[in-house]
């Protein structure tokens, strides 16, 4: 079965007048809990003069506020949202509403129980912090549904409305009680139609696990992997199919209103993947831990975030949440230091985001995040950080033609949700060390670090638009996928893949004979054996003379190191040491019109720099600009016959960047020098017309 087709059925909505709005603005604002302080009126008053003076556009509203919505059970009140969105309309800005499905009232927790879930032990949860409901409960989705047709009746024609921002931030979390197992045996049957099928598909005579009965499969047995990637499946599918569910009475009563819901960074166990084509935009929450280590490696992961959000859908998404100072969440989080706050804000719009959002516009006096930094602390706004918000959104509104410049990516990094999911599953003679985010994040660097826009994207998809592909760590093949990377090679693309790759199929059952025909063919090889070193362990690769690439400088090897038989494949490197000294590390096969390379293993940062950087060369790729001095990022956006050029140096030392001739600086409107300097943990922004 082809493991799209459980795929919820959900048309998306054409774009409206309030989608075009936002993607044609640069938009500045934060959440706003304006239901915190109805009882000082005073608070209220300065807060939308402070709005106006941090240029704030755009307010999240309502998120959390359900208690306050619906104090008892059929009870209303919209009094005080309804003076909140006409203040905001009065004062020139437009609303992000919520569905505050997110944080249930305690008076529905207590007459319904069966809303909240059940852990893993067959215990159910009391109602505590957020997020603590089921996706399942009939109860739930009819309380919710409810709430949110409520809303749209009331606040679809507000003129404040700009989108709908449903729920927040959706997790994950498991349910285990009898509706959502009820549920996961009936997305079993859709997925595999008999008992027999699924047994195969899980290899389940392994163990003695072979099931007779719907009702015997339960996923909490970490032995059947395939099991468990299905119950990670469908978890993700019953947040999607419940986000559908509120999403509803919103398409169906303002048809015309964009939705969004927000994202977080992709470890969260949801495939957002899945959800991006039921967003009329994406949207995500993104909390970098600055300071902590080199900031140019938190501006590297920062960076892979941003750009996975744009790819989702291809177009600018919303920078939703982001903290203005600290968090309170995170161990340690550091004050940002002077220029990181605009900095990050630029890097968030170079990436491709037409928003900079803050959790949150107020403090909050007490509960869990009352030491979250807010662009208004408890002891108000004369301070750094109401300054450095105030300059962000001075700066958006003088580049706000940049709204709609897009990024154009010829390169891409393939990382897929469902891949990491079953080789965090899997029990390999190297567990310790899989890291595939990580190195996911590593390849994509040397293109971030080259100024060479990229995008994320994930393994099934149009792979046409690109030049060169990466594929690190391509565990799971799933239908369809080994043959569409073999076509792209044989119409000229490049393809990069590595060790780890190609192993097993949807189901998590392993190949026989290798790699599937298709992609043995591609690359010209197929692994053999694979060893596994331990962390105090390396090895060297020595790059073959007269190599394709000209490679000259050895490089260390570790974790892992296949062993490789060639059909076709050239080396490009060797091994220098252990046992299989002397065989391929890094191997180049002509297929059709295009090249593949394996990485047969895993190597350091300045060997992948150096071999993409010869790739690169090879086929012509171009940069943004010729030189990116070490610390710094260039990135490049375009519209109609404007590009935009950012500078940012992620460095605690000022750096010299060339430019070139013929750019003006969008913030002064003058001319820009070629070269340009730029102070510690400082950016600019510079246009010109494209020849």
Same mark, same amino acid.
């Given at each position: ?43 209220? $008053? ?5 709005? @106006? ?61 069966? =809303? ?34 409520? *809303? ?108 969004? =819901? ?6 969260? @166990? ?95 006096? @007490? ?60 029990? *390999? ?24 826009? =990229? $995008? ?5 998809? $149009? ?51 290798? *790699? ?29 003379? @007269? ?120 913030? =002064? ?23």
């Amino acid at each position: 079965m082809n493991a799209n087709e459980d795929q919820p059925n959900q048309a998306t909505t054409e774009p409206g007048t309030r989608q075009t709005l936002l993607l044609s603005k640069l938009w500045h604002g934060a959440d706003y809990n304006y239901e915190q302080w109805l009882h000082a009126p005073e608070v209220l $008053d300065e807060d939308f003069r402070l709005m @106006g003076e941090a240029h704030c556009n755009i307010m999240s509203v309502g998120i959390f506020a359900w208690s306050m919505l619906e104090p008892s059970e059929g009870e209303y009140s919209f009094d005080w949202l309804d003076g909140l969105m006409d203040r905001l309309t009065e004062n020139g800005m437009f609303a992000a509403l919520a569905t505050p499905s997110a944080a249930p009232p305690p008076w529905l927790s207590q007459r319904y129980p069966e =809303t909240r879930r059940v852990n893993a032990q067959g215990r159910r949860e009391p109602h505590r912090r957020r997020q603590n409901f089921c996706y399942s409960s009939p109860v739930y989705r009819q309380k919710t549904a409810e709430m949110n047709r409520r *809303l749209a009746e009331r606040y679809g024609d507000h003129p404040a409305l700009l989108l709908w921002h449903v729920s927040n931030e959706y997790t994950a979390s498991q349910c285990h009680c009898d509706l959502c197992l009820g549920a996961f045996h009936e997305w079993l049957k859709a997925r595999y139609g008999s008992l027999d099928a699924l047994n195969a598909a899980y290899w389940s005579t392994f163990w003695s696990h072979r099931y007779s009965e719907w009702e015997q499969i339960e996923p909490v047995d970490p032995s059947m992997q395939g099991l468990m990637l299905d119950w990670q499946r469908f978890t993700s599918d019953r947040a999607l199919d419940f986000y559908l569910a509120e999403c509803a009475p919103l398409r169906e009563i303002t048809p015309d209103k964009p939705i969004t =819901t927000n994202f977080m960074q992709p470890d969260v @166990g949801l495939d957002y993947w899945r959800f991006a084509p039921h967003v009329d935009i994406v949207s995500w929450d993104s909390y970098p831990r600055w300071h902590l280590g080199e900031d140019s490696a938190t501006g590297l992961q920062t960076a892979f975030y941003h750009d996975l959000h744009r790819s989702y859908k291809g177009q600018p998404f919303l920078l939703m949440e982001s903290t203005p100072s600290v968090t309170n969440w995170q161990g340690i989080s550091r004050l940002k230091q002077p220029g990181m706050l605009r900095l990050a804000s630029v890097q968030a719009v170079a990436h491709g985001a037409n928003s900079v959002q803050y959790f949150q516009w107020r403090q909050s006096r @007490g509960g869990e995040e009352k030491f979250h930094g807010a662009v208004v602390s408890h002891s108000g706004a004369d301070n750094r950080t109401f300054r450095d918000v105030s300059a962000v959104g001075e700066l958006l509104g003088r580049m706000g033609a940049a709204a709609t410049a897009v990024v154009k990516a010829k390169v891409a990094v393939v990382y897929d949700f469902e891949n990491e999911w079953a080789l965090n599953h899997a029990a *390999l003679p190297h567990s310790n060390g899989k890291h595939y985010q990580r190195t996911c994040r590593e390849h994509y660097g040397s293109f971030w670090r080259r100024g060479i826009a =990229t $995008d994320v994207i994930h393994a099934e998809a $149009d792979l046409s638009r690109y030049r060169l592909v990466v594929a690190p760590m391509l565990y799971m093949l799933k239908r369809g996928v080994a043959e569409r990377l073999a076509a792209f090679v044989q119409s000229g693309g490049t393809l990069i893949m590595t060790y780890l790759s190609g192993l097993v199929d949807e189901a998590d059952l392993c190949f026989q004979g290798g *790699l599937p025909t298709p992609l043995r063919r591609t690359l010209g090889l197929y692994p053999q054996e694979t060893d596994a070193l331990p962390p105090e362990k390396t090895g060297r690769i020595v790059p073959v003379s @007269g190599n394709l690439l000209g490679l000259g400088a050895e490089a260390p090897f570790f974790d892992y190191a296949d062993l490789t038989c060639l059909e076709g494949a050239q080396p490009v490197a060797v091994y220098g040491s252990e046992f299989y000294a002397g065989s391929a590390a890094v191997t180049v096969n002509a297929y059709g019109a295009g090249h593949a390379y394996y990485l047969a293993t895993r190597t350091d940062e300045a060997h992948l720099d150096a071999l993409y950087g010869a790739i690169c060369a090879q086929i012509g790729m171009e940069a943004a600009l010729p030189v990116v001095p070490a610390g710094t990022s260039v990135q490049y956006r375009e519209s109609g016959g404007t590009g935009y050029l950012f500078v940012m140096n992620f460095a605690h030392a000022a750096k010299r960047v060339d430019v070139g001739e013929g750019w003006t600086d969008v913030e =002064t409107g003058l001319p820009v020098a070629p070269l340009v300097d730029l102070a510690a943990l400082g950016s600019r922004i510079i246009r010109r017309q494209q020849a």
